[in-house]
């Protein structure tokens, strides 16, 4: 062995061994904060609840996966509102018509991943989102399992994901939207010329400059004559969000038979993913996702650790009412037995009915 190669593999154990410790930490965080208590209603105390979520979902979903190999595919999760197309867009990229598209609403009530063969191990076992059971795509799946399919039109290394609208009706399909997006490398954001302007949508273009993820947008069922004035509009948000740089596709209400989208549409996106796929830039990426994340979990610590000052506070000041309240009424009771005014009043009015004439009440008076 070369003295190069003999520091390469040093320094590569090095690399891995310090991944090690992070991903100790980070379970060493995650079991910490999972076991917070977190039960008062105090405003700080309902934050930091849903700062422990980000904590637990950011290390479990993101973070432990990503360190445990970093040359794992990279995660491309398609989101959006409910009926902009996300369906169709992933049926696109996969070239097969794996999810479902129709006027049902939500239409995704299962979250699919969709991968290489070559890739089929890795999501088949729960090194990305454990909390999710697996199984083959199936109608009527509870939303709680993934289904994983394949596709050879995907090149390996790159897994896309079909998310449930983050607009449900479903509260459960909106946090589990919620929870994909977290474990995402890069999100492909879908919507149409009458939902790109909706607040919740702008929301989660603008937390993907917090998690530090690739982001681009398709406008799906938009019509040449408003092309040019809707992106428009669209860049403008972008750019007030930060996203200046993020690219926009657009495509017309025409499909394929296989609710996919015509080839001259895909082909910009085709390219555009095989890009992110590069080994090298999926490096790259996967590294800036999980700093981002690493950011991200110490905010959300933050608040939890905010949320647990609140917490102890207000318990203390519980529990000084209640010392407070029963030293008073310890009080009032111990001066009625001393001045005899206990057993007069209402109580000596209802001591005949409890006792009767007999000889207690004799006794007693």
Same mark, same amino acid.
């Given at each position: 062995?070369?003295?190069?190669?003999?520091?390469?593999?040093?320094?590569?154990?090095?690399?891995?061994?310090?991944?090690?410790?992070?991903?100790?930490?980070?379970?060493?965080?995650?079991?910490?904060?999972?076991?917070?208590?977190?039960?008062?209603?105090?405003?700080?105390?309902?934050?930091?609840?849903?700062?422990?979520?980000?904590?637990?979902?950011?290390?479990? +979903?993101?973070?432990?996966?990503?360190? *445990? @190999?970093? $040359? #794992? !595919?990279?995660?491309?999760? /398609?989101?959006? =509102? %409910?009926?902009?197309?996300?369906?169709?867009?992933?049926?696109?990229?996969?070239?097969?018509?794996?999810?479902?598209?129709?006027?049902?609403?939500?239409?995704?009530?299962?979250?699919?991943?969709?991968?290489?063969?070559?890739?089929?191990?890795?999501?088949?076992?729960?090194?990305?989102?454990? +909390?999710?059971?697996?199984?083959?795509? *199936? @109608?009527? $799946? #509870? !939303?709680?399992?993934?289904? /994983?399919?394949? =596709? %050879?039109?995907?090149?390996?290394?790159?897994?896309?994901?079909?998310?449930?609208?983050?607009?449900?009706?479903?509260?459960?399909?909106?946090?589990?939207?919620?929870?994909?997006?977290?474990?995402?490398?890069?999100?492909?954001?879908?919507?149409?010329?009458?939902?790109?302007?909706?607040?919740?949508?702008?929301?989660?273009?603008?937390? *993907?400059?917090?998690?530090?993820?690739?982001?681009?947008?398709?406008?799906?069922?938009?019509?040449?004559?408003?092309?040019?004035?809707?992106?428009?509009?669209?860049?403008?948000?972008?750019?007030?969000?930060?996203?200046?740089?993020?690219?926009?596709?657009?495509?017309?209400?025409?499909?394929?038979?296989?609710?996919?989208?015509?080839?001259?549409?895909?082909?910009?996106?085709?390219?555009?993913?095989?890009?992110?796929?590069?080994?090298?830039?999926?490096?790259?990426?996967?590294?800036?996702?999980?700093?981002?994340?690493?950011?991200?979990?110490?905010?959300?610590?933050?608040?939890?650790?905010?949320?647990?000052?609140?917490?102890?506070?207000?318990?203390?000041?519980?529990?000084?009412?209640?010392?407070?309240?029963?030293?008073?009424?310890?009080?009032?009771?111990?001066?009625?037995?001393?001045?005899?005014?206990?057993?007069?009043?209402?109580?000596?009015?209802?001591?005949?009915?409890?006792?009767?004439?007999?000889?207690?009440?004799?006794?007693?008076?």
């Amino acid at each position: 062995m070369s003295d190069e190669d003999q520091t390469n593999e040093n320094g590569g154990g090095q690399d891995s061994a310090r991944l090690e410790r992070v991903a100790a930490a980070l379970a060493g965080v995650r079991d910490a904060v999972d076991h917070s208590v977190l039960a008062l209603g105090e405003p700080a105390v309902v934050d930091a609840r849903a700062g422990r979520e980000e904590v637990i979902s950011r290390i479990e +979903g993101h973070l432990l996966p990503r360190l *445990a @190999d970093a $040359d #794992a !595919p990279m995660v491309v999760v /398609v989101g959006g =509102s %409910t009926g902009s197309g996300k369906s169709t867009l992933v049926n696109s990229i996969a070239g097969l018509p794996i999810t479902a598209v129709g006027a049902k609403r939500p239409t995704t009530t299962t979250p699919v991943i969709v991968c290489h063969p070559d890739d089929l191990a890795w999501f088949s076992e729960r090194r990305i989102l454990p +909390g999710m059971a697996r199984g083959a795509r *199936a @109608d009527g $799946d #509870a !939303p709680a399992s993934l289904s /994983v399919a394949m =596709s %050879t039109a995907l090149p390996p290394g790159l897994a896309v994901i079909d998310a449930p609208d983050i607009d449900s009706v479903a509260e459960a399909n909106h946090a589990l939207a919620d929870e994909l997006l977290r474990a995402a490398d890069v999100w492909f954001w879908a919507t149409t010329p009458t939902r790109y302007g909706d607040r919740r949508p702008l929301e989660y273009l603008e937390r *993907a400059g917090t998690y530090g993820r690739p982001v681009a947008v398709l406008i799906n069922k938009l019509e040449a004559t408003v092309r040019n004035k809707v992106v428009g509009l669209l860049r403008e948000r972008l750019t007030d969000a930060g996203l200046e740089d993020v690219p926009v596709f657009t495509a017309d209400r025409g499909l394929t038979e296989d609710a996919r989208l015509p080839d001259d549409f895909m082909t910009p996106i085709s390219d555009w993913i095989a890009r992110a796929g590069d080994h090298e830039v999926r490096r790259a990426t996967i590294a800036r996702s999980l700093d981002a994340s690493l950011s991200g979990v110490t905010a959300a610590l933050e608040r939890v650790s905010e949320g647990i000052d609140a917490e102890r506070v207000a318990s203390e000041r519980l529990i000084d009412h209640v010392d407070e309240a029963y030293g008073t009424a310890r009080s009032r009771v111990r001066d009625a037995l001393e001045d005899g005014s206990l057993l007069r009043g209402e109580v000596a009015r209802q001591m005949p009915e409890a006792f009767g004439t007999g000889r207690y009440m004799r006794q007693i008076e």
